[in-house]
């Protein structure tokens, strides 16, 4: 298994890496200011559910099957960038529509967001993840270096056991981008900032999407 020097090396970098502001890490703050801790909580099951569809798509072969096939891993990047900017058009149409004045009025008295089904919420974290190539590159490029030499099946036990813990760190700073959100909810912001916060969110999605789909992420 893990020794504790492997531990003390990898968990230091893992929730560093887990705690970069990125398209999930954005779609928890969004989800836990509009909609509450809770169910942003319940939503990154989500995300974790396609997490660990990459860690056994690695430990299977499909992960280095990408890292060496520019077209199929080209084809993977554009899909998933065209899925980020859809969603993030997605979340500024929303926010358009709420402070158009005939849309509809606001759901709560504090101008929040109706409230959202947890598995609607889980769909948007497992397609936001699930979409971006670069969490499928984590598994293949940033794991293994933390994989001691040893047999074929003792390193294939060990990046399972670096996955599912890269998994925990993640969830845990998963969670205080969600109670940041929650937080920041909490301060009764006006309807009209919450609005803008939504577009905000929308746009930067938007961006991390378009990055994605300019950014040179060839491993030559």
Request: hydrophobic residues 55%.
């Amino acid at each position: 298994m893990l020794s504790s020097a492997q531990l003390a090396v990898f968990v230091p970098a893992a929730l560093a890496v887990a705690a970069a502001p990125g398209a999930n890490n954005l779609l928890a703050f969004r989800n836990g200011l509009r909609q509450g801790l809770r169910p942003a909580a319940v939503a990154l099951l989500g995300r974790f559910a396609a997490f660990a569809l990459m860690l056994g798509a690695v430990t299977t072969g499909l992960g280095a099957l990408l890292h060496a096939s520019r077209t199929a891993f080209e084809i993977l990047r554009v899909a998933g960038a065209a899925v980020m900017v859809g969603l993030g058009a997605w979340v500024v149409w929303s926010a358009r529509a709420a402070s158009a004045p005939n849309g509809s009025a606001p759901d709560r008295e504090d101008g929040g967001a109706r409230d959202t089904a947890p598995w609607k919420l889980a769909g948007q974290e497992f397609v936001t993840a699930a979409a971006n190539p670069k969490a499928l590159l984590l598994f293949t490029a940033f794991l293994p270096p933390f994989v001691s030499s040893g047999s074929g099946v003792a390193a294939g036990v060990q990046l399972v056991a670096l996955g599912g813990l890269y998994i925990v760190c993640e969830a845990a700073t998963a969670l205080v981008w969600a109670t940041a959100g929650r937080v920041l909810a909490g301060r009764r912001l006006r309807p009209v900032t919450l609005r803008r916060l939504d577009q905000a969110s929308g746009g930067a999605l938007i961006a991390f999407g378009g990055g994605l789909a300019l950014a040179d992420l060839s491993r030559r």
